[in-house]
């Protein structure tokens, strides 16, 4: 009996040798990939929460910056996320800040300086069309048409399509280009909702175009009679 035993479990062992000898590297790979996917996932995971950490210790530097109008630190504060951690959501939010504190303050270059890397550089095309939208403002003040038509051109965002055509309505009509101005403001008016307030400014602008809007045209017919 015991030889049976013996003779069986010679058999198995033999059984599992070869099978080890044709599979035992293949398994031995999926394992060892599987193990450093594993791995990599828990460091990517704990590199991301790091790197969040880090921005958010950051961005409360720059908003307190911001608070006091210090619009120096708050753009060397930008500068620092920039190159630390360029891919955050709150370096994209610091930045959109750092611009509208530096234009404030009368720093124009540095405005469009940190809303042209947001342009190029922010992660989420939200971020990226607020950025083109903001820096279009800027280059129309500075009387950079062309400069401005071209980063409108780039806001690609479908939720900002009606802000991106009434920007480009303002720089049409600073160009002196009424007809083209209008047909931007009436594409911007029929992008927003209704209940939009700001619709009511684009609104005034087309009846300043003597071009209302159908509701207003009728609303300003029956108050003639």
Same mark, same amino acid.
């Given at each position: 009996m015991a030889n049976t035993l013996d003779l069986q479990e010679q058999e198995q062992l033999d059984e599992l040798k070869a099978?080890?000898?044709?599979?035992?590297?293949?398994i031995t790979w999926v394992l060892t990939a599987c193990l450093l996917a594993f791995a990599s996932w828990n460091a990517w995971g704990w590199y991301q929460r790091d790197q969040a950490t880090k921005a958010a210790a950051m961005f409360d530097e720059l908003d307190r910056a911001a608070v006091a109008g210090d619009a120096d630190k708050a753009g060397r504060v930008f500068n620092d996320m920039k190159e630390r951690f360029a891919r955050t959501a709150l370096t994209q939010q610091g930045g959109l800040m750092a611009a509208r504190l530096q234009y404030d303050k009368g720093q124009a270059d540095a405005a469009k300086a940190s809303l042209a890397w947001l342009a190029d550089n922010a992660v989420e095309d939200e971020y990226r069309t607020i950025a083109r939208l903001r820096l279009a403002?800027?280059?129309?003040?500075?009387? +950079?048409?062309?400069?401005?038509?071209?980063?409108?051109?780039?806001?690609?965002?479908?939720?900002?399509?009606?802000?991106?055509?009434?920007?480009?309505?303002?720089?049409?009509?600073?160009?002196?280009?009424? +007809?083209?101005?209008?047909?931007?403001?009436?594409?911007?008016?029929?992008?927003l909702d209704d209940?939009?307030?700001?619709?009511r400014l684009i609104e005034a602008k087309l009846t300043a175009l003597a071009a209302p809007p159908a509701p207003a045209a009728a609303a300003a017919s029956g108050a003639a009679k």
């Open positions: 099978f080890w000898k044709q599979w035992g590297n293949l403002g800027v280059l129309l003040d500075a009387k +950079d048409y062309d400069g401005a038509l071209k980063a409108l051109d780039a806001a690609q965002a479908k939720e900002f399509a009606g802000l991106v055509a009434d920007r480009r309505g303002d720089v049409l009509l600073a160009q002196g280009k009424k +007809d083209d101005a209008r047909a931007a403001y009436q594409a911007a008016y029929k992008a209940k939009v307030d700001y619709r």
